[in-house]
């Protein structure tokens, strides 16, 4: 069973950064996609992100673009989401899933897999 571990989130001002990680173990990797979707307190879960571990390919929410960026480093079967330019509209639980191929994918239903979920809280 593939699992996955997301870490990084935590309290930060308006206008601050974190960087999230997210730690897969448990399969190979090469040919899966990941993404990151977030879900604030009354809201509807959101797609954030999503990149591919092979080729790097990345696509982000409207919402983020321009301040989030997707990254991986194969070799440590982890990827990343640096959050600069933080709004307290980020404030939401982030979570990381994988799906097992190549392809974009905005929808969670595509997923496989999921991590348990990270805070991340942005102050006014």
């Known amino acids: 069973q593939v699992q996955l571990v997301e870490s990084g989130g935590g309290l930060v001002q308006a206008g601050g950064s974190l960087r999230l990680s997210c730690a897969a173990s448990g399969g190979t990797f090469s040919s899966y996609g990941t993404g990151w979707f977030r879900q604030a307190p009354g809201k509807e879960r959101e797609f954030v992100a999503t990149i591919t571990w092979g080729g790097g390919t990345t696509y982000y929410a409207d919402s983020v673009k321009g301040r989030f960026t997707n990254s991986r480093n194969n070799a440590k079967n982890t990827v990343y989401l640096q959050m600069n330019s933080l709004k307290p509209e980020d404030t939401a639980v982030y979570y990381c899933?994988?799906?097992?191929?190549?392809?974009?994918?905005?929808?969670?239903?595509?997923?496989?897999?999921w991590g348990q979920g990270t805070q991340v809280t942005v102050s006014s």
């Open positions: 899933a994988a799906r097992r191929n190549p392809y974009i994918a905005t929808m969670g239903d595509f997923y496989d897999y």
